[in-house]
């Protein structure tokens, strides 16, 4: 499993493109991603975060795990979560619109 978020500073921690990720990582990001945007369509928050987490843990590079992980953690006002997470997806795909506009609502 690739772990990049051991750092204290959270702020500070983006995926490293050194990180080795399997296809097997890649497969089960995939399935957690599923598990946790479905968890969030039925309005599981918590357990969404927990499965897009997990996702961002077997993929850090994956921007949609980022995403998942901005998006509920936003839905459960945890503003320093969601704001990392936003940036991480603007690190990831530069110029995206949704992470912009997540970034400006907690400024």
């Known amino acids: 499993?690739?772990?990049?978020?051991?750092?204290?500073?959270?702020?500070e921690a983006y995926p490293d493109s050194n990180v080795t990720v399997t296809?097997?990582?890649v497969a089960s990001a995939a399935a957690q991603l599923h598990t946790a945007q479905s968890l969030l369509e039925?309005?599981?928050t918590q357990s969404a975060?927990?499965?897009?987490?997990?996702?961002?843990?077997?993929?850090?590079r994956n921007a949609q795990a980022?995403?998942?992980?901005?998006?509920?953690?936003?839905l459960l006002r945890d503003s320093g979560k969601a704001k990392h997470a936003w940036r991480v997806v603007l690190h990831l795909v530069p110029g995206d619109v949704e992470a912009l506009a997540g970034i400006k609502r907690f400024e």
Do not use: C, F, I, Y
């Not at 499993?1 to 702020?11: S, V």
């Not at 975060?49 to 850090?60: D, F, Y």
């Open 1 to 11: 499993m690739a772990t990049w978020l051991g750092k204290q500073d959270r702020t």
């Open 23 to 25: 296809e097997a990582d």
């Open 42 to 44: 039925q309005g599981q």
């Open 49 to 60: 975060l927990k499965a897009a987490e997990s996702a961002v843990g077997l993929n850090p």
């Open 66 to 74: 980022h995403r998942l992980v901005a998006r509920a953690a936003s």
